[in-house]
Structures are given as structure tokens and as C-alpha cells.
């Protein structure tokens, strides 16, 4: 799960960049895609693909062997996360081919605001996990906002200070 997410996280920051290389001149843009390309395949194709395989497939296997976790309402919510963690995956791989294929759908700062989306998975899977039964819902979906609202004004705070050194 670890390696998954990483390689998550990591790969739409070498989107971000490739993007970004393509306002650089013609021979420095040919040079960076051509790099971020090799780095982006050998990124999701050798670590984070089999590492969410090998994520589900240790998952099923638990619920298979243990399949009174499936009766917990932390733990259906949780796999409701899980579901949008694949989605997400599924995203980042139509991603990875546009980019293949020279398409840039992104803006850069719409590649940030994708990338907290996963960590916003991240917390919410490992705060279910942790917290089970014992958790308030009512703070646990408070802080679960707040931490959103935390990242997206982190965005706004960089996007500035970017725009400030630039």
C-alpha cells in the first residue's frame, strides 16, 4: 500500500513537471518530455501498478479469510475510499497516455489541486483503519474537511509564492 501510494504521489508530480517543461524552449521541451516520458512509464509500469495489484489482492485475500470485516461500517466506508483510490489510479493512467501521446489536458496547478486528492484518500483510509469503531463520526468528518481545506489553501499559499519568485 505504501509503494501505491507513493508511486501515486510521485507520478502526478513528474505530470506537473512535464507539463510545465512544455512552456520551455523547443530543445529544452524535447529533452525534459522525452526524460519525464521514460521516468512516467518506468514509474507506474515497474512500481505503482503492481503495487496496487499486489494491494488489492492482499485486501481480498484478508476479506476472504476474515470476512466478518465486511459486516463493519469502518471498514464498507473505507473500501468505498479504496474504490476511489482505483478510480483515481485509473485517471492517473488515462494521464500518463495523453502525455504519451503529446496532449495536455492539465494546467499545472490543476495537476497540484489532482494531487491532493490522493492524500486526502490517504487520510481517510488510514483514520478508518486506525480509529474503527471508536471514532466519532461527526469529528472524524470534521477533520477529514479540515485537512481539505488545510491542502487547499496550502495550494493557494505556494501558488503565490511561486508567482512571487517567478
Excluded at 489482492?57 to 459486516?71: E, N, R
Amino acid at each position: 500500500m505504501v509503494s501505491w501510494f507513493a508511486g501515486l504521489f510521485y507520478i502526478v508530480r513528474l505530470f506537473i513537471y512535464h507539463t510545465e517543461a512544455q512552456l520551455k524552449p523547443e530543445k529544452e521541451k524535447e529533452i525534459l518530455s522525452k526524460q519525464f516520458t521514460i521516468m512516467e512509464k518506468k514509474l507506474w509500469w515497474i512500481i505503482t501498478t503492481p503495487a496496487m495489484i499486489l494491494t488489492i489482492a492482499f485486501g481480498v485475500t484478508m476479506l476472504i479469510l476474515q470476512p466478518f470485516y465486511l459486516k463493519m461500517e469502518w471498514m464498507q466506508i473505507k473500501l468505498s475510499f479504496v474504490l476511489l483510490l482505483l478510480v483515481y489510479h485509473f485517471v492517473c493512467q488515462r494521464i500518463l497516455f495523453q502525455f504519451k501521446n503529446d496532449t495536455f489536458k492539465w494546467t499545472s496547478n490543476g495537476l497540484r489541486v489532482w494531487n491532493e486528492v490522493a492524500t486526502l484518500a490517504l487520510v481517510a483510509i488510514i483514520f478508518l483503519a486506525i480509529m474503527q469503531d471508536s471514532m466519532n463520526w461527526i469529528k472524524g468528518t470534521v477533520g477529514f474537511f479540515a485537512v481539505a481545506i488545510a491542502l487547499m489553501i496550502g495550494i493557494k499559499i505556494y501558488k503565490r509564492i511561486r508567482k512571487r519568485n517567478l
